[in-house]
């Protein structure tokens, strides 16, 4: 793993750890090569969880739901 800049959803640039690989879902989102998707406890909350707790069919194309009992969890993660 890395140490590499990330864009929070208020334009704000902070330091996240982790590698560069894209998945399909995030790839299918078109955004500049570099981006990388770490927002902090308090926008996911403000920005994702409270719109899909107030809303059951609110789906955000950058995280996922996994039923996490439905597999094993390295089959959570799409492959490489």
Do not use: N, Q
Request: aromatic share 8%.
């Amino acid at each position: 793993m890395r140490a590499s800049a990330c864009m929070s959803a208020r334009g704000g640039v902070r330091m996240a750890r982790g590698d560069d690989r894209a998945s399909s879902s995030t790839a299918s989102l078109l955004l500049p090569p570099g981006f990388r998707f770490c927002p902090t406890d308090g926008e996911l909350v403000a920005h994702y969880l409270a719109r899909k707790a107030a809303d059951a069919g609110f789906t955000s194309a950058a995280i996922r739901d996994v039923d996490l009992y439905s597999a094993e969890p390295w089959d959570l993660l799409p492959p490489r």
